[in-house]
């Protein structure tokens, strides 16, 4: 298949749980998450080896048999990223006991991947700090100057924060940004050695804000209320594989996504990612879609907008959710990185094929374990890369069958006929030597396989390099990754296997023979199996009370609509519409009062 680019036109439980528990380390024997949420630490040991442990001597722990024993040489936890205030409060408590031999500022949680996140105690009477996703630091001067057990709750909001010590909480303090996100005890702030000396017990997130009494109850008794809410439980989870190079794994400062109407510089909490930084040795993590889940913390990839525009093709099904396997690196090859070696083992896999089928079994596990009673669906693996090969004349040489190889691999490894969606090399990539070569291998792999498709980046927007794509191109490869990826899931469960292999499913066929596209029908709602179903565009004229024409259709729940008038003069297509969110109903839109003839038309579009 051939430049799949897709522009379209014309049940409740009652669960008892833990109110808002998200993750809980007691360390009574070791660095599990008693949360039932399987956000397990691992035990990172700089410096000395051996020196930071659970430490069960007696006095050693406030609850249990135990606490964790931090050293001074930077030994932390490690556990999968928690973003914390993207939509609601929440609060962070533990009981802490410092070394007499403690820094000047000792950080109980932070992310050590930046100087921002963390939370942390003063040991010279400055008290307690807390430093937000933004910068925003904010001290507390009130926190015990000694080497005691000390029980510490920090309850944050939308429009303050306020410590509690020993379950006495002190005046409210106003911050203007509530999101936090960490994924270390006794670390942080990367660039320096403010690490945790001394011993951490019971250690609390909870995604709400507790309340005085319960922040009591806590302290008193380390105990949070358990509570009967509803829960909707995930009984599908779709899940999309994404790998490549350089521009897989995003070179687009965050700070260029769009803040309306969606903020997509903030997490989306809808849709999780399990991910692996390029280079590093730790396990990957999971998370939720949000910038930063590649090389730099401030960088983003496609699959900001992929996951965004996928996860709101469902945004009415709340049962169903959407998630994202990520593991990509700069300046890999086909050639020799990730080479397949023709079955579903890891023999004569090249490295960064390895690290990939290694995440993305580490991936599909922590999804099973986050979500035990829904089905794994992976919907399908977009692909961009090419680059690297196109700089080497044997390699782009070989491109075609190597890339031939590993599509073939992917498929034995994770699932016969699973989609395959291709990101072309761009025409506007001229610092690549052989790009002619490397594209025109990927045109005719994709042309081989129904289930394998493409999507043109010849108009995305590239750096100065010529190379890598900008924040705009970044944002439209990921749309357009997303609309193929709902094309083909849709053609799997809309025809046969047999009908897809004869080649009866291709976007540009018509199946019906109804005059509309199979790509057509896919975006309209239409069954493309049945010849009377075909999309209805309705032009009224009312004469009365005043002249004015009325445009009418049926608009399906997860769609988005516009109407556009052609401008004679200008020879040019007019938006004359916002953007309207269908809702299975007919949608009528009145046009400005008719004065003459007039050409207009619908657009549907993925959300």
Same mark, same amino acid.
């Given at each position: 298949?051939?430049?799949?680019?897709?522009?379209?036109?014309?049940?409740?439980?009652?669960?008892?749980?833990?109110?808002?528990?998200?993750?809980?380390?007691?360390?009574?024997?070791?660095?599990?998450?008693?949360?039932?949420?399987? $956000?397990?630490?691992?035990?990172?040991?700089?410096? @000395?080896?051996?020196?930071?442990?659970? *430490?069960?001597?007696?006095?050693?722990?406030?609850?249990?048999?135990?606490?964790?024993?931090?050293?001074? *040489?930077?030994?932390? &936890?490690?556990?999968?990223? &928690?973003?914390?205030?993207?939509?609601?409060?929440?609060?962070?408590?533990? =009981?802490? $006991?410092?070394?007499?031999?403690?820094?000047?500022?000792?950080?109980?949680?932070?992310?050590?991947?930046?100087?921002?996140?963390?939370?942390?105690?003063?040991?010279?009477?400055?008290?307690?700090?807390? $430093?937000?996703?933004?910068?925003? %630091?904010?001290?507390?001067?009130?926190?015990?100057?000694?080497?005691?057990?000390?029980?510490?709750?920090?309850?944050?909001?939308?429009?303050?924060?306020?410590?509690?010590?020993?379950?006495?909480?002190?005046?409210?303090?106003?911050?203007?940004?509530?999101?936090?996100?960490?994924?270390?005890?006794?670390?942080?702030?990367?660039?320096?050695?403010?690490?945790?000396?001394?011993?951490? *017990?019971?250690? =609390?997130?909870?995604?709400?804000?507790?309340?005085?009494?319960?922040?009591?109850?806590?302290?008193?008794?380390?105990?949070?209320?358990?509570?009967?809410?509803?829960?909707?439980?995930?009984?599908? !989870?779709?899940?999309?594989?994404?790998?490549?190079?350089?521009?897989?794994? #995003?070179?687009?400062?965050?700070?260029?996504?769009? %803040?309306?109407?969606?903020? !997509?510089?903030?997490?989306?909490?809808?849709?999780?990612?399990?991910?692996?930084? @390029?280079?590093?040795?730790?396990?990957?993590?999971?998370?939720?879609?949000?910038?930063?889940?590649?090389?730099?913390?401030?960088?983003? #990839?496609?699959?900001?907008?992929?996951?965004?525009?996928?996860?709101?093709?469902?945004?009415?099904?709340?049962?169903?959710?959407?998630?994202?396997?990520?593991?990509?690196?700069?300046?890999?090859?086909?050639?020799?990185?990730?080479?397949?070696?023709?079955?579903?083992?890891?023999?004569?896999?090249?490295?960064?094929?390895?690290?990939?089928?290694?995440?993305?079994?580490?991936?599909?596990?922590?999804?099973?374990?986050?979500?035990?009673?829904?089905?794994?669906?992976?919907?399908?693996?977009?692909?961009?890369?090419?680059?690297?090969?196109?700089? $080497?004349?044997?390699?782009?040489?070989?491109?075609?069958?190597?890339?031939?190889?590993?599509?073939?691999?992917?498929?034995?490894?994770?699932?016969?006929?699973?989609?395959?969606?291709?990101?072309?090399?761009?025409?506007?990539?001229?610092?690549?030597?052989?790009?002619? !070569?490397?594209?025109?291998?990927?045109?005719?792999?994709?042309?081989?396989?129904?289930?394998?498709?493409?999507?043109?980046?010849?108009?995305?927007?590239?750096?100065?390099?010529? &190379?890598?794509?900008?924040?705009?191109?970044?944002?439209?490869?990921?749309?357009?990754?997303?609309?193929?990826?709902?094309?083909?899931?849709?053609?799997?469960?809309?025809?046969?296997?047999?009908?897809?292999?004869?080649?009866?499913?291709?976007?540009?066929? *018509?199946?019906?023979?109804?005059?509309?596209?199979?790509?057509?029908?896919?975006?309209?709602?239409?069954?493309?199996?049945?010849? %009377?179903?075909?999309?209805?565009?309705?032009?009224?004229?009312?004469?009365?009370? &005043?002249?004015?024409?009325?445009?009418?259709?049926?608009?399906?729940?997860?769609?988005?609509?516009?109407? @556009?008038?052609?401008?004679?003069?200008?020879?040019? =297509?007019?938006?004359?519409?916002?953007?309207?969110?269908?809702?299975?109903?007919?949608?009528?839109?009145?046009?400005?009062?008719?004065?003459?003839?007039?050409?207009?038309?619908?657009?549907?579009?993925?959300?």
């Amino acid at each position: 298949m051939k430049n799949l680019y897709l522009v379209f036109l014309g049940a409740l439980l009652l669960t008892s749980v833990r109110a808002g528990v998200i993750a809980h380390y007691s360390f009574d024997a070791d660095y599990s998450d008693q949360s039932g949420f399987s $956000r397990h630490g691992t035990l990172v040991d700089n410096g @000395e080896l051996g020196n930071s442990v659970i *430490d069960t001597a007696p006095n050693s722990s406030v609850f249990g048999g135990g606490s964790l024993f931090l050293s001074n *040489d930077r030994d932390y &936890i490690s556990f999968p990223e &928690i973003t914390l205030g993207t939509t609601e409060g929440y609060t962070i408590a533990f =009981w802490a $006991r410092r070394s007499a031999t403690s820094k000047a500022l000792c950080i109980v949680a932070g992310n050590t991947t930046n100087t921002k996140d963390f939370i942390g105690i003063f040991t010279d009477g400055r008290g307690f700090r807390w $430093r937000n996703s933004s910068g925003q %630091t904010t001290d507390i001067g009130w926190a015990p100057n000694d080497t005691a057990w000390h029980h510490y709750t920090i309850v944050v909001t939308a429009d303050d924060l306020t410590l509690y010590v020993d379950g006495i909480g002190g005046q409210p303090v106003s911050i203007s940004n509530m999101q936090l996100s960490i994924n270390a005890i006794g670390e942080g702030y990367a660039s320096s050695g403010y690490d945790f000396d001394g011993n951490l *017990d019971e250690f =609390w997130i909870l995604d709400e804000p507790l309340s005085a009494s319960s922040v009591q109850a806590l302290y008193e008794d380390n105990t949070i209320e358990v509570v009967s809410e509803p829960v909707e439980e995930i009984t599908r !989870l779709l899940v999309i594989l994404q790998g490549g190079q350089s521009n897989a794994d #995003g070179r687009a400062g965050k700070g260029s996504l769009p %803040t309306e109407p969606v903020n !997509l510089q903030m997490p989306q909490t809808d849709v999780d990612v399990f991910h692996k930084r @390029e280079g590093e040795s730790y396990l990957g993590s999971l998370t939720v879609l949000q910038p930063g889940l590649n090389r730099k913390s401030d960088d983003f #990839g496609p699959e900001i907008t992929m996951g965004r525009s996928y996860a709101d093709l469902y945004k009415n099904d709340s049962s169903v959710r959407v998630a994202i396997i990520k593991y990509a690196r700069g300046g890999t090859h086909l050639a020799g990185d990730w080479v397949a070696g023709g079955d579903a083992s890891m023999f004569g896999d090249g490295p960064e094929y390895q690290v990939f089928q290694t995440t993305v079994a580490d991936g599909l596990a922590a999804l099973a374990e986050a979500y035990p009673s829904a089905s794994i669906e992976v919907q399908a693996m977009v692909w961009m890369q090419g680059e690297s090969d196109a700089n $080497r004349t044997s390699w782009a040489e070989r491109y075609e069958d190597n890339l031939r190889t590993f599509i073939e691999d992917v498929r034995l490894t994770f699932g016969q006929n699973l989609p395959f969606i291709i990101g072309r090399l761009s025409v506007g990539q001229t610092a690549l030597n052989h790009e002619e !070569l490397v594209r025109a291998a990927q045109d005719v792999v994709a042309e081989e396989n129904p289930w394998t498709g493409i999507i043109d980046t010849d108009d995305l927007t590239l750096q100065s390099d010529n &190379i890598h794509f900008d924040a705009d191109g970044q944002m439209g490869l990921g749309r357009r990754f997303a609309e193929a990826v709902a094309y083909y899931a849709w053609m799997v469960d809309a025809f046969s296997e047999q009908e897809i292999v004869d080649c009866r499913a291709e976007p540009e066929g *018509d199946f019906d023979a109804d005059g509309q596209s199979n790509r057509f029908e896919f975006t309209a709602g239409s069954d493309p199996r049945s010849s %009377t179903s075909r999309f209805q565009f309705n032009i009224h004229l009312e004469k009365t009370p &005043i002249a004015e024409i009325r445009l009418e259709l049926y608009a399906m729940a997860n769609r988005v609509y516009s109407f @556009e008038q052609f401008n004679e003069s200008e020879k040019r =297509w007019e938006l004359i519409s916002d953007m309207l969110s269908g809702s299975d109903a007919l949608l009528t839109f009145i046009a400005d009062d008719f004065a003459g003839r007039g050409l207009y038309r619908a657009k549907i579009n993925l959300p």
